[in-house]
């Protein structure tokens, strides 16, 4: 049977992240534990590897995948923003290289039954952390139309995002929207057919700018990217591969300014055109790599 997440460009991340004997290294995307995997697999019989994941049920499949590495996977069921606290608290002081594989998994998208996917009927909640507060049921129920149109213009570089936030508000007057596919119909109706894009589907940017907001995506990227850098011992990677140009652009910033770090990829590497045939889900992902300086 085929795993439920096909991690996106294994071999290259892993290349890069160079993973040592006996190294130590954190995943802050555990996911499926698909990368994770085979930096286990690299870095010897002691090597270690703290995983990150703030969806609880990605976090019992990944346990279960790496059982056969008990006792050199530490699980945290935390969001990534967390790492600083967590090292600490696990007694790390540095790491020798750190690897985020940004946004959902496959298992999220397709059969978490949580509104992440624009196919099909689900609650719209579109939360990783089951814990945290806000849905994207009480963002389009509750957000002023200002706010809606930003949300869908900054997170979605939605250029018909005034259209569908009036949309919604004229629509949620009459019945609160709690459906994926009440949105569907009400963002396919917003946008003029002549502006309906070609290659994607008509709601693809509103999700993700929904998700981006629910999840606070962006500010959490940015947290992890400082406080990660300043985690990594000298000589050790950053490897973060994203999937969107507005995730993409915090990484290519931060590994050029961050002045802990040297920018290894000034380009960043695309998945080969195999890998795209054989995972969709991988046609726009981005590896970007840098190392802590040795100063
Ligand atoms: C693309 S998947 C990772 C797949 C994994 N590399 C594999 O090979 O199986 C991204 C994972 O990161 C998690 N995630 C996203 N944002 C997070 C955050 N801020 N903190 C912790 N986990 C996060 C998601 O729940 C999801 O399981």
């Known amino acids: 049977m085929q795993p439920a997440h096909l991690p996106v460009m294994l071999e290259e991340v892993v290349a890069c992240l160079a993973p040592k004997d006996g190294g130590l290294y954190v995943d802050g995307n555990l996911g499926l534990g698909g990368h994770t995997e085979k930096i286990l697999e690299t870095c010897g019989p002691t090597g270690q590897v703290v995983g990150f994941d703030w969806d609880a049920a990605a976090l019992t ?64 909640d579109m939360r990783m952390d089951q814990r945290q507060t806000t849905t ?34 004229e629509a949620r007057r009459k019945e609160k929207i709690v459906s994926t596919a009440q949105l569907v119909a009400l963002v396919d109706q917003a946008i003029p057919k002549r502006f309906h894009p070609k290659k994607i589907h008509v709601a693809t940017k509103v999700f993700q700018a929904l998700r981006i907001a629910v999840n606070r995506e962006l500010d959490s990227l940015e947290q992890v990217l400082a406080d990660g850098a300043s985690l990594l011992a000298p000589g050790a990677r950053f490897c973060v591969l994203s999937f969107h140009s507005l995730e993409d652009r915090l990484v290519k910033q931060a590994f050029r300014e961050n002045p802990l770090l040297e920018a290894v990829t000034q380009k960043p590497l695309t998945p080969g055109r195999a890998e795209c045939l054989r995972n969709p889900r991988a046609r726009s992902a981005k590896l970007r790599v840098a190392t802590r300086g040795l100063n």
């Open 136 to 169: 994207a049921a009480q963002l389009v129920n509750e957000a002023t139309e200002e706010e809606l149109a930003d949300i869908f213009f900054f997170y979605g570089e939605e250029r018909q995002a005034r259209r569908i936030a009036e949309e919604i508000v």
């Open 61 to 124: 499949l990944a346990q279960e995948r790496l059982a056969r590495f008990a006792g050199r996977v530490h699980f945290v069921h935390e969001n990534f923003t967390s790492i600083k606290e967590t090292l600490m608290e696990l007694g790390i002081g540095t790491i020798d290289g750190l690897l985020l594989d940004l946004g959902l998994s496959s298992l999220q998208l397709d059969v978490s039954g949580r509104g992440f996917s624009f196919k099909g009927s689900e609650p719209l």
